[in-house]
């Protein structure tokens, strides 16, 4: 029999560097939206789907995520997953900060320069992170909105989109810097 547990729970990073701030953003990058299978070493068949999503907001030096996981599968089972997401987050925590520290500087701009604007599913681009703070208005998911200059040109543009795989643009100083995170690596390659 399936069952369904909801959990939620803040982190809170620090945000007082680009760098810092950077690695705070990478971090809901690898959360926002993800799936995992927990399976129990004993019997797998009795695995436990979670899904994560996540809210963020800046106060002063501080990063705030807050997370929400959606947990199914055998009862006796959800309880340990929830615990058991709290040392994965904190994973994906240090693999995030390691990723940042590999990110590389791709453009910087005046924040002054550029607008966010909303838009629409077609011109979404989930590589692109951005954070929400910076939103016009309500967004149903992160990439909800984008960047654009003053004659209405996307920055980035999607040429330099697809140039990476991820990009997270930070705003610090009255600065929009833009860094390219190297690709998120599949736990599976590790295992060959």
Known sequence: ??????????????????????????????????????????????????????VESLEKDTFHLGIYAEISGPKEFLEPARDALEDIVSEQIEAAAAEAAEATLVETRPLSEIEFRN????????????????????????????????NGQAWPDDATIAAHDRLVLIPFDGRLILYALPPIEDDDEDDD
């Open 1 to 54: 029999m399936t069952a369904k547990l909801e959990h939620e729970w803040e982190i809170e990073l620090p945000a007082a560097t680009a760098e810092q701030l950077l690695a705070a953003l990478t971090t809901r990058d690898r959360l926002y939206g993800q799936s995992i299978t927990l399976e129990p070493e004993d019997d797998p068949a009795k695995a436990v789907e979670v899904w994560l999503a996540s």
């Open 119 to 150: 838009v629409e599913e077609d011109d979404e681009r989930p590589a692109l992170v951005v954070p929400e703070w910076l939103a016009p208005g309500e967004i149903e998911v992160p990439w909800g909105f984008r960047p654009f200059t003053a």
